[in-house]
């Protein structure tokens, strides 16, 4: 394999690959992940759950029932939108979870929320497109849309979600904008949550400027402290807003299931997209996550999951509180797996990460540049705090405190 690598480097094959392909914003990030990788340094890098609270003994007994239940239909090719069952627990937690009323018609069964961001921008994304990202953004969704070449317009995100007098100005310049993403509860990267007023103006911005919304929202559930707030769809009026969650962060990533919600029109039109990229998600997975919802209580798997994150969440504020330089500024996350770090203007986390951090703390975080469409805020990273023990975290941070501290001062 490396040789062929080096062979396709040697004959310059680049030449031959397509734009999308080499404009794609995240390239660098495989150094940071490699180096996260290495069992001497502590990762605050990745957005990985805690290993140990995987319900594996749930999930092996949901796997063996359902082969066992649905017999040889099981390995059967099956529809595109994904098992009737299923999609009616998940239009039922819509309902519970986040205050949007919808049909099992409305839910579509994806490979992970990524694929439902790719989806949706496949269907609305032209080259060049306009649309709308928040600064910062997840990095993985701009991964996706960069495939599809569009134009970004970056609008800030503060404690309360994304800045609507500068997406309002923005809309006002440049009405061309197709597409708004937002992940508006616990924020990747930031961890913060939009709050209930930015959601209404928001929707109103989308019906007055004829612009579809995704509302990408994995941490809803991932709450440690104050009340949840209706999903942006809640305050859907016109069937422009598609939501996409995932069963990753509170069963398994490794279960590769998502789901998105869209009004009948659009389904359509996503059911044939992704009916032409992979047929349809792996049906024994689809059959054990709806066996696993039918045997366990999944909302009291999810109690145990924010008890437990609860504490890494404050383990990590506790020691930056500490540890951290007083001019170096921090988000108080009330969910999610997140913590946003803006260091001095002219500090670049990235040059600081490789040159300084990992080499002599062993520590890792995500700087920020690729984490902005634009590249050009350099002086912020994420730190994540789910999946290391409350000691590690505590650990690491001092590390990495003791060498912000002369940062800082400079
Ligand atoms: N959206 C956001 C905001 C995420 O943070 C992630 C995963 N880190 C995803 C989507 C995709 O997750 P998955 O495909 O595992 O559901």
Known sequence: MIFAKKLAEALNMKNLFADRVLNNSTA??????????NPENISFSGGFPDNHLFPEADLKQAYQDAITNDGPAIFQYQTTQGPLALRKKIAARMQQHAEVPTTANEVMLTQGGQQAIDLVAKLVLNHGDAMIVEGPTYMGALAAFDTYEPTYYEVPVDQHGMDIRVLRKTLRQHPEIKLIYTVPDF???TGTTMSIKRRQELVALANQYNCLILEDSPYRDLRYNGKSVPAVKHFDTEGR???ISSFSKILS????????????HLMTELINLKSAIDVQSPNVTLAAVNTYLDEHDLDAHIAKLNAAYKVKRDAMLTAMD??????VQYTRPNGGFFIWVTLPDNVDAHELLTDVILPQAHVAYVPSSCQFASRKVKNGFRLNYTSLAPVTITRGIQRLGALLQPQAAA
């Open 253 to 264: 990533p490794a279960l590769r299931t998502g789901w998105l919600v869209a009004d009948e």
């Open 322 to 327: 500490r540890y951290f330089p007083k001019n």
């Open 28 to 37: 660098d990030l495989d150094e940071i992940f490699k180096n996260s990788a």
């Open 187 to 189: 924020h990747n990267p």
């Open 241 to 243: 807003v598609i939501f």
